[in-house]
């Protein structure tokens, strides 16, 4: 399972060996012990990444497998690719950006998906460094 936690500002990108159940189960009895609200509901993800992966390749030959719905790899400009995902959303509330989002793939999917985020950030903190 991918596990993808979004802040106000960024998001992170984990690769979880739980089951998309026990980690909503797990996340329904804390906020009831602690008397919090909690959202979960169905909803599809996106985010970018560099158009110049070279893991990129990788994940979209792993894609079929999964079918249709649940993943989707799509040029967003020259430079970019969106990846689009089903899965859950678990927050606060319903509007909030700020979250969790949880997704299961079969695992080499999982894998390549994970391994082409990793890249992008190395390459955004080099970037980042370079410009320093």
């Known amino acids: ?46 985010f970018l990444l560099p158009a110049d992966l070279p893991g990129l390749h990788y994940l979209e030959t792993e894609m079929p497998r999964e079918g249709s719905d649940t993943i989707s790899v799509c040029a967003a400009d020259a430079e970019y690719v969106e990846v689009s995902l089903r899965g859950t959303w678990l927050a606060a509330d319903g509007e909030t950006a700020e979250g969790v989002f949880v997704t299961a793939l079969c695992d080499r999917t999982e894998f390549f998906l994970l391994k082409c985020w990793q890249e992008a950030q190395a390459c955004a903190s080099f970037v980042k460094e370079a410009g320093d």
């Open 1 to 46: 399972m991918l596990k993808f936690t979004y802040t106000e500002t960024s998001f992170h990108l984990d690769r979880l060996a739980q089951s998309l159940e026990e980690l909503v189960a797990a996340r329904v009895i804390v906020a009831m012990r602690v008397g919090q609200s909690l959202c979960v509901e169905p909803i599809t993800a996106s």
